[in-house]
């Protein structure tokens, strides 16, 4: 991968004489003479001079040759590195995920990864989706994990599962007495009109379950109070453990929230509640062999852990 002046000049420095050096590369005396001659010429001052029938570095030829040691060493560790990348020994995964996701991929994901890769970095960016999808549209990001309704012609999609936006409320909430049991419905089931009067936990704007929430509410009439106001999801539903409200959230793994277990989902007898949580990725962006099986190991954990687990 390096240039051939920078062989040919380090075997005349090695072998001392031309002919030696000829031999050991392969080549006649007279071209290798010619060569050192256009690359005297090309640098602008002698490399060698002959002392006693050797040929022996002049001052610049000497840091010539230190400077070609380095540039080689440089070029192996390259391609060392290229192989090991190759091989997936080496490299870097760029994960985007909304904060809500975070648990489940830093305490689930990431260490089964990291047991099949330890030398590939892992760079965690937690953000909302909207940034986040501007990030891997900006190649900032290599993948991300995100809810969606609709498809982008830039991105490539890897369905993990099937959710719906739901209602989180405190174990104690009469809502769930007055819920019922629906065919197609993950949990029981509430209509929006039951909501009416209710204490809310309202993320700020910007959030894409804020609009979500507007939406439903405006769209339904509802008429409720504000009972606070939370800048992460996570602390929505820390205050919906906490029996300050009620929340709408995507269908996230309760179990990495504090307070999980004072907390139940209610499926909305509503539509546009639906979505598909993935993962994207840039198209047309190599994907290394680590990036497809972490992939694999996202898609297949969150299966596992997400197993039953909706319907107890």
Known sequence: MYDREYEYVLAISQAGTLSKAAIQLGVSQPALSRFLQREEAAVGTKLFQKIDARMVLTYAGEYYVENV???????????????????????????????????????????????????????????????????LENLSLDIIAVNTTRSKDEFVFEKIADEEYVLAVHSSSPLLQEATKKKDFKYPVITMQQLEGQSMVILDAGHRIRQF?????????????????????????????????????????LAYIRGSKNIRYLSLDAPNTRYEFGLFTRKGAYLPPSMKDFIQIFKENYQKETQGYYHE
């Open 213 to 253: 929430t507007d939406s439903i509410l405006e769209d339904n009439r509802i008429r409720y109070t504000v009972s606070m106001q939370a800048r992460t999801l996570d602390s929505a539903l820390e205050a919906v453990a906490s029996n300050l409200g009620c929340t709408f959230t995507p269908e996230v793994l």
């Open 69 to 135: 040691k380095q540039i080689l060493a440089l070029q192996n560790q390259m391609l060392t590195t290229i192989q090991d990348i190759a091989r997936a020994d080496k490299g870097r995964v760029r994960i985007g995920v909304p904060s809500i996701r975070r648990p489940y991929t830093i305490f689930s994901v990431i260490p089964k990864f990291k047991q099949l890769y330890p030398s590939v970095d892992i760079v965690l960016n937690e953000n909302g989706s909207n940034t986040l999808e501007e990030m």
